[in-house]
């Protein structure tokens, strides 16, 4: 078993850890993974708004002396007055998170590579709306500015800010003010050119698209990552991003920087749920099943590698080791946080755990999608944190109380799939345990004697 176990991992070693490790440290992708938690608030309260904008459940459909029929009813009344105002909050928050992913993408950006902030911030604004938006009865259109607007607002907001960056670090068309300006003033004005040239090349861009091939390219990134955001929509496509992400957690590279490649889908698919929904849609018949919180809140329960099945075996393990790792980790692992696992224990870079951390979220992929595909859960669409309690993150991402009797059915085989290979591993420990113990009771006995 440890032979097999040890010849495996120097495969994923030899073989994949290169890639893993590649894809890690790009620049963009670090960027678009810490841009995404930066707008966390926002997405959060975009989330619960939608919550709240309209009843999950007709209060007709249920029986008059119901406690149940008298506070849907209640929430439908409220529905009536404040929903359209929730809504709209929902709107200008979550409904617009493409925007504000490229005013964070331009903050981290700048930040990266010291550059005044506000002004990358600005740029990265106005081009977004020069190429994400256009007039409409003299107002902003905000079709782009959610979720169908995501891989333009990226791929358009890294191209600005990236020119700008250059041009100012170049000094094209900087102009020269005495020290007697204001530092501010000498700052704005001095970088008046390279601004100006960077919102004409966007400018131009968007003519090109419009004029010439009668186009946006919100429209051409949409069509092409469309293919993506499907591909990442099945039992196959997940799972082998999963796949991906788990080998480089194994190899000590956080997940998120591995998963920041499928974010922007993931959070595409979250943000259509949420759009059908407040459209009226039945949340077992939202267009997607794989979203964000399908990945964070169903898929990964304690953290990556759905840990809190193993958790719940090392409270019980014969091994004093792992059972004080294991008191000290339940706490962070039911709120999504399995470090203290990952290193305490260890899984990283430990081959006897490679197969069972990278298999357990598979199997949480498959359980979790054949019922939402089937209609007998619903649909996640709310964008809940990834270190929101287990049991509430599944209860509130899809508002459905069976998400909880799929949760435990989930832990159940995560435990499964982790106790063979934990017993091989206790087996280890408590043969060093037992070693060290009978050292140190020859230790007592020399002390005797003399």
């Keep these: 078993m440890n032979n097999f176990l040890d010849k495996f991992s120097s495969?994923?070693?030899?073989?994949?850890?290169?890639?893993?490790?590649?894809?890690?440290?790009?620049?963009?992708?670090?960027?678009?993974?810490?841009?995404?938690?930066?707008i966390l608030p926002i997405i959060l309260i975009g989330s619960f708004s939608l919550i709240l904008s309209r009843p999950f459940l007709d209060y007709n459909m249920l029986e008059p002396n119901s406690v149940l029929y008298g506070f849907f009813k209640a929430w439908a009344q409220f529905s009536e007055v404040y929903g359209p105002h929730l809504s709209f909050l929902f709107g200008i928050t979550l409904g617009s998170q493409a925007l504000y992913l490229s005013l964070?993408?331009?903050?981290?950006?700048?930040?990266?590579?010291?550059?005044?902030?506000?002004?990358?911030?600005?740029?990265?604004?106005?081009?977004?709306?020069?190429?994400?938006?256009?007039?409409?009865?003299?107002?902003?259109?905000?079709?782009?500015?959610?979720?169908?607007?995501?891989?333009?607002?990226?791929?358009?907001?890294?191209?600005?800010?990236?020119?700008?960056?250059?041009f100012v670090k170049k000094k094209l068309g900087y102009i020269n003010f005495p020290d007697t300006v204001p530092a501010s003033l000498r700052n704005s004005l001095g970088n008046l050119v390279p601004i100006t040239l960077i919102f004409i090349i966007m400018l131009l861009g968007r003519i090109l698209l419009a004029e010439g091939f009668n186009t946006s390219f919100p429209e051409i990134m949409m069509a092409i990552g469309k293919p993506l955001n499907l591909a990442v929509d099945?039992?196959?496509?997940?799972?082998?991003s999963s796949t991906f992400a788990q080998i480089g957690w194994w190899f000590g590279i956080h997940s998120s920087a591995i998963l920041s490649v499928v974010m922007p889908s993931l959070e595409a698919n979250t943000l259509e749920n949420a759009a059908a929904y407040a459209a009226g849609a039945s949340l077992k018949q939202l267009p997607r099943i794989v979203t964000s919180p399908f990945?964070?809140?169903?898929?990964?329960?304690?953290?990556?590698?759905?840990?809190?099945?193993?958790?719940?075996?090392?409270?019980?393990?014969?091994?004093?080791?792992?059972?004080?790792?294991g008191k000290l980790?339940?706490?962070?692992?039911?709120?999504?946080?399995?470090?203290?696992?990952?290193?305490?224990?260890?899984i990283v870079l430990n081959p006897i755990f490679l197969i069972p951390f990278l298999l357990a979220q598979i199997v949480n992929i498959i359980l979790c999608y054949v019922?939402?595909?089937?209609?007998?859960?619903?649909r996640t669409f709310v964008n809940v944190s990834s270190t929101v309690p287990v049991g509430l993150g599944q209860l509130l991402s899809s508002l459905d109380y069976k998400s909880l009797i799929l949760t435990v059915v989930c832990i159940i085989a995560d435990v499964i799939v982790y106790y063979p290979f934990f017993k091989v591993y206790e087996k280890q420990k408590l043969q060093e345990e037992a070693n060290t113990s009978n050292l140190e009771d020859v230790d007592l006995e020399e002390i005797e004697v003399l």
């Design 329 to 346: 980790a339940i706490v962070p692992g039911i709120f999504g946080i399995n470090e203290p696992v990952l290193f305490g224990l260890p």
């Design 11 to 38: 495969v994923v070693e030899k073989y994949l850890s290169p890639i893993t490790g590649k894809v890690a440290q790009n620049k963009y992708l670090q960027i678009i993974a810490t841009s995404f938690m930066t």
């Design 104 to 166: 964070a993408i331009a903050y981290n950006t700048a930040l990266k590579n010291d550059m005044n902030t506000f002004l990358t911030m600005l740029v990265a604004f106005i081009s977004f709306l020069l190429i994400n938006s256009q007039y409409v009865q003299w107002n902003w259109d905000t079709s782009y500015f959610g979720g169908t607007g995501l891989f333009s607002a990226i791929i358009t907001t890294f191209v600005s800010v990236e020119l700008y960056h250059w």
């Design 295 to 325: 990945y964070f809140n169903f898929v990964a329960i304690g953290g990556g590698g759905a840990t809190l099945g193993l958790v719940f075996l090392m409270l019980r393990s014969k091994s004093k080791q792992i059972q004080t790792i």
């Design 371 to 378: 019922p939402m595909s089937m209609g007998l859960i619903n």
């Design 234 to 240: 099945t039992i196959w496509g997940i799972s082998l």
